[in-house]
């Protein structure tokens, strides 16, 4: 296909257009039954936004950020990242954009337990094929930028959760993404671990221009965000900005 077709012509970092998502499921008798999970999504997303997606368990967050993230595709719409229709790219290239474009944070942290905290912020880099002292040097620097420097030779199972998701913050961060696909990444931790988890990504937001879009079924950890939208049953019910944005500087 020519570039100008899987090209966007206004190249956001994000454009959705009438997107549905369907699994296929065999049921106890072999017969395929259709779910369908997401429909007609629209979405736009610019640089430099921070946005939480927000619903009720099942509603389709997780199946919309796996789309995002790359890691699934949609049964029908356009989807393009960066102004590239992901639709048309090799399994090759859709590796590259996600390695490139994209920081991942998971509820669980997803961090190897065999390894030190260093090694795990430095995977991306040896991936990308960069020397293994060169990889520690810059996991270190994305460490201490999370304040975990002094933690660095600490496996997860030595540090407490909230220490943990700021590794997983690191190591997504280490490429350079202009996007942070953040699931549920205050799950696991408690209130007020969960606020300083909050304030690193506004943080990120506002100081260094990050997006982000962050999945969260709590309302205080939305409140971070500059724009909510909220899914129901698959559908967008709504997409605002957020008036009540919870100050960096004010909660601090
Ligand atoms: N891989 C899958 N195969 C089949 N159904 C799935 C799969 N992933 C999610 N679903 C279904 O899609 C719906 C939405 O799930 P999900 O996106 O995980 O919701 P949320 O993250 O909002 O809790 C649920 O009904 C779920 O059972
Ligand atoms: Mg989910």
């Not at 998502?21 to 008798?29: C, G, I, T, V």
């Not at 967050?61 to 595709?73: A, F, P, Q, Y």
Request: charged share 20%; with cysteine; hydrophobic share 40%.
């Amino acid at each position: 296909m020519s570039s100008i077709q899987s090209n966007h012509p206004a190249s956001p970092l994000i454009r959705i257009e009438n997107l549905c998502k369907s699994y296929s499921l065999q049921d106890a008798n072999g017969k395929t039954i259709t779910n369908q999970v997401l429909f007609d999504i629209n979405l736009t997303i610019n640089p430099g936004e921070f946005v939480a997606i927000m619903g009720h368990s099942g509603s389709g967050k997780s199946t919309l950020m796996n789309i995002l993230g790359c890691l699934d595709t949609p049964t029908s719409g356009s989807f393009w990242l960066s102004g590239k229709n992901v639709a048309v790219l090799s399994s090759d290239e859709l590796a590259r954009i996600r390695n490139q474009n994209i920081g991942f944070v998971f509820q669980g942290f997803n961090l190897l337990k065999r390894m030190t905290a260093l090694d795990n912020v430095a995977i991306p880099l040896l991936y990308a094929g960069i020397s293994r002292s060169n990889s520690r040097k810059q996991a270190l620097e994305f460490l201490r930028r999370t304040g975990l420097e002094s933690f660095a030779m600490h496996q997860p199972n030595q540090l407490s959760g909230g220490q943990q998701q700021r590794v997983a913050i690191s190591r997504a961060l280490i490429n350079h993404p202009p996007l942070i696909l953040a699931d549920e990444p205050t799950g696991n931790l408690d209130t007020h671990t969960s606020r300083e988890i909050m304030l690193l990504f506004q943080q990120l937001n506002r100081d260094e221009g990050i997006t982000i879009v962050l999945v969260t079924h709590e309302n205080d950890i939305a409140a971070y965000a500059k724009r909510l939208i909220r899914l129901k049953d698959g559908y967008i019910i709504v997409d605002k900005n957020n008036a009540a944005e919870t100050n960096l500087h004010e909660a601090v």
